[in-house]
């Protein structure tokens, strides 16, 4: 499975971009899909999640209500819509894909529950 993300970039604060992350090598609807996040000296943390079936989706605090995660399994891609982005949110954005459909709360916040990864765009937010 290869995954590739994009539509990183620089942006002010206040602003939006849409990342994209597209699916190749097995079948998409399949797996959970997640974003995650790495800024600077930090840990890689969740940011959100959508389930293959239904839409089900998981936002982390700081993202919900700014950030809006949505797939289309048509064409395998998976969306991060990012609205009111703050410079806090500058960082690495990487896409990444997991078999394990039983994901819940504690699990699928994890790095380590995702078994593909894309290679990962950046985000700057200035302020």
């Known amino acids: 499975v290869q995954l590739q993300a994009s539509g990183g970039g620089l942006v002010q604060a206040g602003g939006s971009l849409r990342l994209s992350c597209v699916v190749s090598?097995?079948?998409?609807?399949?797996?959970?899909m997640g974003w995650f996040r790495q800024a600077p000296g930090k840990e890689r943390e969740f940011v959100a999640a959508?389930?293959?079936?239904?839409?089900?989706?998981y936002y982390t605090d700081s993202t919900k209500g700014r950030f809006t995660i949505s797939r289309d399994n048509a064409k395998n891609t998976v969306y991060l819509q990012m609205n009111s982005l703050k410079p806090e949110d500058t960082a690495i954005y990487y896409c990444?894909?997991?078999?394990?459909?039983?994901?819940?709360?504690?699990?699928?916040?994890?790095?380590?529950?995702?078994?593909?990864w894309g290679q990962g765009t950046l985000v700057t937010v200035s302020s």
């Open positions: 990444a894909a997991s078999s394990n459909k039983n994901l819940i709360s504690t699990t699928r916040i994890r790095a380590s529950s995702y078994d593909y």
């Open positions: 090598g097995r079948t998409f609807s399949n797996y959970i």
């Open positions: 959508i389930r293959p079936s239904y839409g089900a989706t």
